[in-house]
């Protein structure tokens, strides 16, 4: 039988979670600083700007932060569960002058609060971009950037990558741009020429496909692309004994898709549809199947 735990035990139990914890995070997610080099073209590749805020998960000593601040002239934001790599980091700063458009966050990066990034970027693990990459979806806005050094996402393939070789040595960066929704049935009505139109989406992440109809005869749509919440695509409809192509390109905002409608490369007007809310679906899925964490 277990002989209860005095109370000097107990509270030396409590006293050292934290940095078990913290240990059994730096065994997770060892800590390996970005070249710098390869940080440049990590910010070049999410093209970083003065309007941006970067919150860097895992940052380190907070090389990306500062230059994120120091050459883009971006608001910036760095977490790690580390505290000698927060005060680095801090210090890091000051010594680049930037110390007052960054900040610092002791903190376990699966908890961040990053809904307010227009970039997040990433040197972690495969594993660990898994286990992120649902709340990144679901909770970073469509159109922001998520930019990793060597690591990818599985199934969620990048929107660009590039390399740079550093001492030898080729280092890889994705970037994925966080697209909106735009799974499901949508419906409207064009009035010139008059139709009655309805698309069918399937989408796994920023890749979408489908069919769509015109007062009834359905057909594949063609050349489909969804980059953040900026969908396109072209459609073709028989009018007047002739097969006509349109292309529809909008932004899609919740249920709704709005854009204008071209024929022929010339501007027919505008396009709105409406989308039943109960067939979306989630885009975070791999071969019919959600991924859960």
């Not at 990459?133 to 950037?145: N, S, V, Y």
């Not at 039943?276 to 975070?284: E, L």
Request: hydrophobic letters at 40%; charged letters at 25%.
């Amino acid at each position: 039988m277990l002989k209860k735990m005095t109370p000097v035990l107990i509270l030396l139990s409590l006293c050292l979670a934290p940095f078990l914890q913290a240990q059994e995070r730096h065994l997770d997610v060892p800590y390996v600083p970005t070249k710098y080099p390869v940080v440049d073209e990590m910010l070049k590749l999410a093209n970083v700007q003065k309007s941006d805020l970067l919150i860097d998960l895992g940052c380190g000593d907070g090389r990306i932060v500062v230059s994120a601040a120091q050459k883009c002239g971006a608001r910036a934001i760095g977490v790690d569960i580390d505290p000698d790599r927060i005060q680095e980091s801090q210090e890091n700063a000051a010594k680049a002058g930037v110390k007052d458009h960054v900040k610092f966050i002791q903190g376990d990066l699966f908890q961040a609060d990053v809904h307010e990034a227009s970039v997040v970027s990433l040197y972690l693990l495969t594993s660990v971009n898994l286990k992120l990459r649902p709340r990144l979806i679901r909770e970073l806005a469509p159109g922001t950037r998520v930019v990793s050094h060597n690591f990818g996402m599985d199934a969620w393939k990048p929107d660009k990558s590039s390399s740079v070789t550093v001492d030898e040595i080729s280092h890889d960066v994705f970037l994925w741009i966080i697209p909106a929704n735009a799974s499901g049935t949508w419906k409207w009505t064009m009035t010139e020429p008059k139709a009655n139109w309805e698309l069918n989406l399937e989408q796994l992440f920023q890749q979408i496909s489908g069919s769509i109809s015109v007062n009834g005869p359905s057909a594949a749509i063609k050349d489909a692309v969804l980059s953040g919440d900026k969908i396109k695509f072209t459609a073709e409809r028989q009018l007047n004994g002739k097969t006509v192509s349109f292309v529809f390109e909008g932004v899609v905002r919740g249920h709704t898709i709005a854009g204008k409608t071209m024929q022929d490369g010339k501007e027919l007007g505008e396009w709105k549809a409406s989308r039943n809310p109960s067939t979306q679906k989630d885009i975070d899925v791999e071969s019919g199947r959600e991924i859960r964490y």
